[in-house]
């Protein structure tokens, strides 16, 4: 419902003055909104991007430049947003671990 209600502001030209609602805008979107509804990880960003990036040499292989291109873009996307959400991953369980060593180093024996 968001990508569609998305796609209507985008095609009816609803915020031009102030905010172009583009195509890459959707998507990065829907990226965004996929980990935060789906509770996707960097593990599906990184297979998201893969899919896109073979998707990407498909459309070049076809000499369908334009949308290989564009499809680069979302590869990239979907990229930078893997490896932030692998950098969240990684302080949330390091702390985890910080904390898990500071009870272990309080046990008196």
């Known amino acids: ?4 209600l998305l796609v209507l502001l985008n095609s009816a030209n609803y915020f031009d003055p102030f905010w172009k609602i583009s195509i890459n805008l959707i998507v990065l979107l829907s990226l965004v909104a996929s980990i935060f509804l789906l509770g996707a990880g960097s593990r599906t960003m990184f297979l998201i991007s893969l899919i896109f990036w073979l998707f990407a040499g498909l459309m070049a292989l076809l000499d ?8 680069a873009i979302y590869v990239f996307e979907a990229f930078t947003l893997g490896f932030l959400l692998l950098l969240i991953e990684f302080f949330l369980d390091y702390t985890k671990v910080k904390e898990r060593l500071k009870k272990w180093r ?3 024996f």
């Open 64 to 71: 369908i430049n334009v949308w290989a291109e564009r499809i």
């Open 106 to 108: 309080n046990l008196e």
């Open 1 to 4: 419902m968001f990508v569609v």
